[in-house]
């Protein structure tokens, strides 16, 4: 009798055993691997391995980003998809840039990825939107969903940075006529080009057109559905953005002289129009505390709070043989840049410490 007892107590320690075995193998860590390896069983459509990527980069974070980002240019659409996948999960501010301009990949699955993606922040009003519908009406209603999302950092205001070097996505009218709104004035534009302006005003144009506004459409290449491929999008006769940007035509009462005026906005307003996000950022800056170049000694630096008086003019068309210069130096011009703050670098005789360079 207590040898049956003690059979059964075995048998069923024996069977609890084996029960929780199989759960503990089967709650495991999986080995994963590395990043490289599983986007290399992607590549092969290996069973798994989009799920893999995901948890290898929930693991990793942030140190995988550029690779995410390499994912999201890669002509494969399974690693585009995976990358919006991954990038879904963080389900932060700074991912939706990178998932925006995925909503017009040229891959189906790509922007349904990607669509699923943005919904989790915030629920776009129908996801199969973005996936099936003609191309003009899935840019609309993007457009639309941006203008729905909180913040100074408005995703509508920066369609240059979200798809600025995207591979691998296609544009409708709707969203081109955005970015003209800007890169080429008014559409349709009024009959006013900058030779006219020139007529009067040499240097003046001269200036202008070598600027990036004047040549804001040469390096747009923005690709549309033709005939089941991909072709540049014809802007027509546009050019780039011209005097009536800045300049409005005067009132009707005004007689002689120049025709055209500088708007009856501010500096800045005008600067918003195209430059919205800079110049918020600006505003910020001129109501805090702003490091200065001081006068002395050399290369110092000091601390001023107040506001700052200036606006974007006044460093951006410093007068140039005493009118204001229309080629708009910006963060690229090294002599913009370097008139902004004085480094020096000197080395001094080694102590007991060692070396010293002093800036």
Do not use: K
């Not at 980002?69 to 998809?81: E, F, T, V, Y």
Request: a neutral charge; charged letters at 25%.
């Amino acid at each position: 009798m207590r040898f049956a007892h003690l059979r059964r107590v075995l048998l069923v320690a024996a069977v609890a055993g084996g029960i929780a075995a199989v759960v503990l193998w089967q709650a495991r860590p999986p080995r994963d691997g590395s990043l490289d390896e599983a986007v290399g069983a992607l590549r092969r459509d290996d069973a798994g391995a989009a799920a893999r990527v995901r948890r290898i980069a929930r693991r990793e974070g942030a140190a995988c980003l550029p690779a995410v980002q390499a994912m999201l240019d890669d002509p494969d659409w399974r690693l585009r998809a995976a990358a919006c996948a991954v990038l879904g999960d963080q389900a932060d501010r700074p991912s939706l840039a990178p998932l925006v301009s995925r909503c017009s990949d040229v891959d189906w699955r790509v922007r349904a990825a990607a669509a699923e993606a943005l919904s989790r922040w915030r629920p776009l009003p129908a996801r199969q939107t973005l996936r099936d519908v003609p191309i003009d009406q899935r840019d609309r209603a993007l457009l639309e969903w941006m203008e729905t999302l909180d913040g100074d950092d408005r995703l509508s205001e920066r369609l240059c940075d979200l798809y600025a070097g995207a591979r691998h996505v296609e544009f409708s009218r709707t969203l081109a006529d955005r970015c003209l709104t800007c890169h080429a004035g008014p559409y349709p534009r009024p009959q006013t080009p900058g030779g006219d302006c020139g007529a009067c005003h040499g240097e003046i144009h001269r200036q202008w057109a070598a600027s990036a506004h004047a040549n804001s459409l040469t390096h747009l290449s923005l690709p549309t559905p033709v005939d089941g491929g991909l072709a540049p999008l014809d802007f027509g006769d546009l050019g780039g953005l011209d005097c009536t940007a800045c300049h409005r035509a005067a009132a009707a009462e005004a007689t002689g002289g120049c025709p055209y005026v500088f708007d009856d906005l501010s500096v800045d307003a005008v600067c918003q129009r195209c430059h919205a996000p800079t110049v918020r950022q600006w505003r910020r800056w001129r109501e805090g505390p702003q490091p200065r170049r001081a006068p002395w000694p050399p290369g110092h630096l000091e601390v001023r709070t107040g506001l700052d008086r200036r606006d974007c003019a006044d460093c951006h068309m410093a007068p140039d043989g005493g009118i204001p210069a229309h080629h708009w130096q910006a963060r690229r011009d090294p002599a913009l840049l370097a008139g902004g703050v004085a480094l020096r670098v000197a080395q001094q005789p080694p102590g007991p410490d060692g070396a010293v360079v002093r800036l």
